[in-house]
């Protein structure tokens, strides 16, 4: 069974820092990885979708990379603004399932 | 981009009555919608697969009579939690996939008191 796995549970950054929040996965036959932000009551938005043949996707200030033979994702934040705390997941599918990580929760302090 | 609406946003209901919660896509069809439960501060756990036209897809340990789902269009797939109990709090989230990507709802915080 596909585990998903994000380190660290919890991060607390001063604003304007680069940081980068870590997924690993057991089952490296993946479909595609998607990384997530929900805010605390919310649903969760998408921030980035990889596919399976690719290595990073890249949106704003944010970059996702990928190594499937590692089972490896990172999401990269460059200048984090307060308005980024938020929790953080990661999602791989695998044969149509979507195993979601335990999450990271990030604090961006003004 | 995708859009699912969820509806409501929250619900305060007494124990014993039912209550629907809708899962919309806006501006695609989704022939499937899955829903998703989240207790606090733990990540989503699915409930079940909604399939348009046909019987949904329950997950192990989540009981169909009370968690009754209807995806009777390409647009709507609704959950129904029957003869609710306090225990039956929580949030509530639905998703669809789209170009290879899943859209999720807003989610729909259920209270019952």
């Known amino acids: 069974k596909q585990e998903v796995t994000q380190i660290p549970a919890a991060l607390s950054v001063p604003e304007g820092e680069n940081l980068v929040l870590n997924c690993s996965f057991t089952?490296?036959?993946?479909?595609?990885l998607q990384w997530f932000r929900q805010d605390p009551g919310k649903g969760l938005t998408s921030l980035l979708l990889?596919?399976?043949?690719?290595r990073e996707q890249t949106s704003g200030r944010l970059n996702a990379s990928l190594d499937k033979s590692s089972g490896r994702s990172t999401l990269y934040i460059a200048a984090s603004q307060p308005g980024d705390s938020a929790t953080y997941l990661c999602a791989v599918v695998v044969a149509n399932n979507l195993f979601f990580g335990t999450g990271t929760r990030l604090t961006v302090i003004p | 981009g995708a859009v699912v609406s969820q509806h409501p946003s929250r619900v305060i209901c007494k124990s014993g009555t039912s209550v629907k919660i809708e899962c919309r896509s806006l501006d695609f069809q989704a022939t499937t919608m899955f829903w998703y439960r989240q207790f606090p501060k733990q990540s989503l756990m699915l409930m079940a697969t909604s399939n348009e036209g046909s019987k949904a897809t329950y997950e192990q340990g989540v009981e169909k009579d009370k968690f009754l789902i209807n995806h009777a269009s390409l647009t709507l797939s609704t959950l129904t939690v029957t003869s609710a109990h306090p225990e039956d709090s929580s949030f509530y989230i639905c998703?669809?996939?789209?170009?290879?990507?899943?859209?999720f709802g807003s989610g729909t915080r259920l209270t019952v008191v």
């Open positions: 089952d490296s036959a993946i479909y595609n």
């Open positions: 998703s669809a996939v789209r170009d290879n990507g899943y859209t």
């Open positions: 990889i596919q399976s043949s690719q």
